[in-house]
């Protein structure tokens, strides 16, 4: 008697352990995860720059790289939603330039910023919309839906421009171009939102059934559909975030620079698809970090700005990129195989 | 009256004809074992119950009203769970995510909802303790064994009360203390007045806990028969077609 009380007492201990328990613990875990590698080559790139150039640390020049790289950040952390349900959006870039265009046509003819912003959220999201569907509902792949898109998108930005420049925001134009491209408490505005986004992807990946159900649908999207995720629609609003968020960056970059012409974010989805998965994303699927995407962004905009202090022609730019990109890849590609 | 009614359930696949014409009840209480060579047609039959796609021709009946489910969420609803032959789980989440799937605890706090790791870690644990499985709510599928991950597939029937519990081979691939508490489980849940369909290839399983069994064979129902006036030869040479039927 008293030895199956004992008994009984010991199992329950056993199962209460083995509840608790976990294959890696907390820091161990960070330590297995891509941002985190990321992040020390970042640090290393740092170190090493501050003995090349006295320029590197300065504040200015701190400053700068932020704030260029918090652009692509932004956009890296939409990108990051489609990534990680194994899908893929070229469009990104041109978007840009036509969301920036119909911001600077909504301001320049004196319809406000107010105005100005919801109009350009809208045309990303309508882009956004017509991919996700094109891709959800009607099953076709992802790559040639948004290769369609970037293409009617650049055109699209054209046709509306009518080809031309626009500098005159309206009245609004001092707000704007604060926004963009002005700071607060020595951080640049758009760093600024970039954090609190980067935040609220971070809070909605780990704690909300949308980032849930994004994350399932990239794992096996057959099993979500079973246990009865809408996966299709699902799979549009995804394309809708990674829309609003190169709308958001577009708002911001025209606010910054001062001025728009149709031709701005051409080929921005290189840098940042590159972004998001050098902070890990995988084009597989199933695996997001919130925290990659500006890690990710950051590490390119560093290798540019390193270059350049260091006098190595910007010819080689893209070269460092396209290698950290592959290393990135690859260096996954090794961890997975030991993993397993 | 029976808690589950097919009546002449035919299934084709363009030319295939998976089930023709395919009638079976269950009632509460009861364990019913699906027995079948490779391709019969079993798991087609579970996968209409559960809603996943509807069947060619032929009605459902649950508790003598016919329902349509154009989707596995509408069969969940009816009370029916289900674990699949290929489990479907999300090899990237963690056991207790697999478990919660679709219907995730969450806590509310401020304008906020978010998701309950806690209730969701503990319960799942318990739900596996009473499998005597040892499997860790907080590891990810991707690194579990055969028979964790089944262990994960069958816990996820034990969130809800359901009328019914479709298990599609959930034996197949576990060890025989496992295999014990699934039947055991099974045996709880007929005491309980929940209705079962195993379908099993293991012979022994299926004379243990079931209270008749029905073979198929090449999509048409050969046999229908009480576990007691039958035996396992019988069954044997139903499923090979070495008796045409009974
Ligand atoms: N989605 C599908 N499309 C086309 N044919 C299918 C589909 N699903 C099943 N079939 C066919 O229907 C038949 C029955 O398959 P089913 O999976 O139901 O067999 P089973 O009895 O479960 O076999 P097993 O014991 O191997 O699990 C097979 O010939 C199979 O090829
Ligand atoms: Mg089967």
């Keep these: 008697m008293t030895d199956q009380t004992h008994d009984q007492a010991s199992h329950a201990e056993i199962d209460e352990s083995i509840t608790s328990r976990q294959e890696v613990s907390g820091f161990a875990a960070i330590l297995r995860t891509q941002p985190f590698w990321v992040f020390m080559a970042i640090l290393t790139l740092g170190v090493v720059m501050s003995f090349v150039s006295d320029v590197f640390f300065t504040e200015r020049n701190m400053f700068n790289i932020t704030r260029n790289f918090a652009f692509f950040g932004i956009m890296a952390l939409g990108m990051s939603a489609v990534i990680c349900t194994a899908g893929i959006d070229l469009s990104v870039g041109s978007l840009v330039g036509l969301t920036g265009i119909v911001t600077g046509l909504i301001m320049q003819a004196g319809y406000g910023i107010e105005l100005g912003f919801i109009g350009c959220m809208l045309t990303a999201a309508a882009v956004g919309l017509v991919n996700g569907i094109l891709i959800a509902y009607l099953k076709m792949p992802p790559f040639v839906v948004t290769l369609g898109m970037m293409s009617i998108v650049v055109s699209l930005a054209r046709v509306v421009s009518d080809n031309k420049m626009i500098y005159d925001f309206g009245p609004d134009m001092d707000l704007f171009e604060w926004i963009g491209g002005e700071s607060v408490m020595g951080v640049p505005n758009v760093v600024w939102i970039m954090i609190v986004l980067t935040a609220v992807f971070w809070w909605v990946w780990r704690y909300s059934t949308w980032g849930r159900w994004v994350i399932a649908i990239g794992g096996n999207a057959q099993a979500a559909k079973l246990s009865g995720i809408p996966v299709e629609r699902m799979i549009v609003s995804v394309y809708v975030v990674c829309s609003l968020c190169a709308g958001l960056a577009a708002f911001l970059f025209v606010g910054y620079t001062g001025s728009v012409t149709n031709g701005m974010g051409f080929t921005w989805e290189l840098t940042v698809i590159a972004a998001t998965v050098i902070g890990g994303a995988n084009l597989m699927g199933g ?43 690859l260096l996954e590609q090794i961890r997975n195989r030991g993993g397993k | 009256m029976s808690l589950l009614e097919l009546n002449s359930i035919t299934k084709s696949f363009g030319a295939i004809h998976a089930l023709q014409g395919v009638d079976l009840e269950v009632s509460a209480g009861e364990a019913v074992g699906l027995m079948g060579d490779n391709g019969a047609g079993k798991s087609t039959l579970m996968k209409i119950i559960a809603g996943n796609f509807p069947p060619t021709e032929g009605a459902i009946r649950i508790e003598g009203n016919e329902v349509t489910f154009s989707q596995p969420l509408d069969a969940r609803e009816a009370g029916i769970e289900i674990v699949y ?141 009480r576990i007691d006036e039958t035996s396992p030869e019988e069954v044997t040479g139903l499923i090979t077609g070495a008796i045409a039927a009974a």
């Design chain 2, 85 to 225: 032959q290929d489990l479907a789980l999300c090899d990237n989440l963690t056991a207790a995510a697999n478990v919660f799937l679709g219907r995730e605890a969450k806590k509310r706090i401020g304008p906020f909802k978010m998701l309950d790791y806690k209730t969701m870690y503990q319960k799942s644990g318990e739900l596996f303790a009473e499998l005597k499985s040892e499997t860790r709510p907080r590891d990810l599928v991707r690194q579990m064994s055969g028979g964790q991950r089944q262990a994960v597939a069958i816990a996820r029937t034990r969130l809800s009360d359901p009328k019914l519990v479709l298990m599609d081979e959930p034996t197949a691939a576990i060890s025989v203390r496992q295999v014990a508490e699934v039947l055991a489980l099974i045996k709880r849940l007929k005491e309980t007045g929940h209705a079962v369909i195993l379908v099993s290839h293991r012979m022994p399983d299926v004379f243990e806990v079931c209270d008749r069994v029905a073979v198929l064979r090449r999509g048409t129902k050969v046999a229908d028969k």
């Design chain 1, 287 to 329: 695996i997001v970090f919130a925290l990659g995407a500006p890690i990710g962004a950051a590490l390119i905009e560093l290798i540019r700005n390193s270059l350049l202090l260091a006098g190595i022609p910007a010819m080689w730019q893209q070269f460092f990129v396209g290698l950290f990109l592959i290393i990135a890849v």
